[in-house]
């Protein structure tokens, strides 16, 4: 196996490209908007810089590479393991991931963080109250939980660390999805992860 | 949530250079090669075509997304399902790849080129004898298998399930890691998957 230590493995920042992915990690509750954000991120992301962004949407995810995992605090936590663990993988190959995840824990949030590297992670709190999200209740998840039918629903019976000092904070209640994004977009561009665009950022 | 449905997934396929990426998947029997020659194919194919490649090594994942496999028939499947699953997601966003895993069962192998897609699925077979690779034993687990420390080890009492009709066979008994990367390389160009080099390929 000598030709290992020949080659070995290059440094992941080599290729100018490569040093430009990162990870837009969107945590909060269920309902908040996470998902909506993500899918209209990464179409802005390619209308307006030209960029590749993969959705790492949780409940996705749970279909492919955590279908063994439920919602203990354990498997959120191994759960979130993984998607940071891929979302790093897409990052370092010059692609920008987006993580939609309740991701309720802090600790995972911080392991994240680790996993991927502090300069290509960038926290994003989506926010909205309780009580919105259980109005929107997209899935109808929070009437199951309310019925009991459902046990670990985050917000009900599980608990939400809020984040305290993520780098970005968008609050759905005070604007609409367009404009929750936009904002992110234009505070990516502040944080140096995007250039500044030419023109007007349209959705 | 209406926004999702406005914005919905757009396909995969749209961006030109997404087009370009694909798996490789590299099986064969502990010692064979696999990982030696996806770190070589790595470094040629950004010399030589300025492709980015992942390297997704069975023994590297398994500290990442599979940490809680072992190595049962069940445990190994799971293990290749995921690694297919973020193939998957490298080529899609135009990125190459390279899958250096035992994968010894058949099954396996043909639910990662369904995952995958067929299109972007191409599987190497690293080819070489039991007898050559339990002399090679790089870490040591032939060796740990014939002393019965290990019991699952693939080729002593776990099955290896010869591919059939691989996209690209190597027998690398026969020639060198720098030549058999180079004949897989060449085969790649031939099967559509990298545009015919400018000059000779190097390593």
Known sequence: M?????YGRKPAEQGSRRSEGFVLWMTGLPGSGKTTLA???EEMLEKNFGRY???LDGDEFRKGISRDLGLSKEDRQEHAHRVSYVGKLLAKNGVIGIVALISPYKKSREEAREVIGKDRFVEVYVKASLATCEKRDPKGLY???RK???TNMTGIQDPYEVPESPDI???TEASDPEGSSKMI???LVELGYL???HGRISA
């Open 39 to 41: 899918l209209i991120l």
């Open 169 to 171: 904070l968008v609050d």
């Open 143 to 145: 009437k199951k939980a």
């Open 195 to 197: 250039p500044r665009a």
């Open 53 to 55: 962004a993969e959705v």
């Open 148 to 150: 009991g039918e459902i």
């Open 185 to 187: 977009i234009e505070r």
């Open 2 to 6: 000598a030709m290992v230590e020949k």
